[in-house]
């Protein structure tokens, strides 16, 4: 049964810093393709960085590109989001996905319906 539970979110002030994690379960994480998505109140679910299966490739949205950085660690099955140079436009509710399908990065990130498996999601709030 894969299970994905995010933690690491919370209130920080622009300019501040973030890691989220994904705990997974239930699957060999290197077998899947990993997103992580975005939601703000009103807007669609968007992509903000995802790797590929067997992580041959890696996307991030332009709006975090340099800031943001996806990685996973196989022996602890889990997933990360590394968050810097905050701004308010980040505040959203984050949420980790995976899928079995062999998507490239970019693929998986502009198509979040493709992902089976989802995380509770977690609250970001970018605030001063």
């Known amino acids: 049964q894969v299970q994905l539970v995010e933690s690491g979110g919370g209130l920080v002030q622009p300019g501040g810093s973030l890691r989220l994690s994904c705990r997974t379960s239930g699957f060999t994480l290197d077998n899947y393709a990993i997103g992580w998505f975005r939601q703000a109140p009103g807007k669609e679910r968007e992509g903000v960085s995802c790797i590929s299966r067997r992580g041959f490739t890696t996307y991030y949205a332009n709006s975090v590109k340099g800031r943001f950085f996806i990685s996973s660690d196989n022996a602890k099955n889990t997933v990360y989001l590394q968050m810097n140079s905050l701004k308010p436009e980040d505040t959203a509710v984050y949420f980790c996905?995976?899928?079995?399908?062999?998507?490239?990065?970019?693929?998986?990130?502009?198509?979040?319906?493709?992902?089976?498996?989802w995380g509770q999601g977690t609250q970001v709030t970018v605030s001063s």
């Open positions: 996905a995976v899928d079995p399908g062999y998507y490239s990065s970019d693929y998986a990130c502009a198509t979040p319906s493709r992902f089976n498996y």
